[in-house]
């Protein structure tokens, strides 16, 4: 089971250095990705020009932009909440960036009251993220907000 207070901890000793917010995705990225097992993908996509763009990750070269409402990611921007997907295959217009993702869990951050980027993990197993992993990450995106805010 992933320690999310230990990534909590680390995230907050690492915004001690800088709040910026590209250091502190590309930081929180490699925390998950290290951090989680049976990950494949860890990242952020960034909410610009009315479309989500690829931000700070780990893993495979991805998608570069995302519409609102398509996909996981983008479902997840229109709907402003968190997405657990056991079953990337079942989910409508799911965007199959690496073909081994078999379920994903998204969450969206805020800034302004505003959806500015969602927190995007991909898994190649199904059924991967539980209800312990949607409340881990929500802290975390929490944090995260604050930090970036
Ligand atoms: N599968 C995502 C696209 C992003 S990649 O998984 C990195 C989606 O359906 O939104």
Redesign the pocket.
Known sequence: MTDYQTILRQLESLAASSRDPVALMANTAALLYHGMADVN?A?F?LVKDGVLLLGP?Q?NV??VT?QKG???????WAEDRLQLVPD?HA?P??????SA?RS?I?VPLHRGGEVCAVL?I?SPLFGRFTAADADGLAALAAKLEQFMG
């Open positions: 993908w990242g996509y990750f893993g991805a998608c995302i398509k996909g996981v990611c983008g479902t997840a990337v989910f217009g799911h965007i199959a960036c690496d993702s994903e998204v995007d991909d």
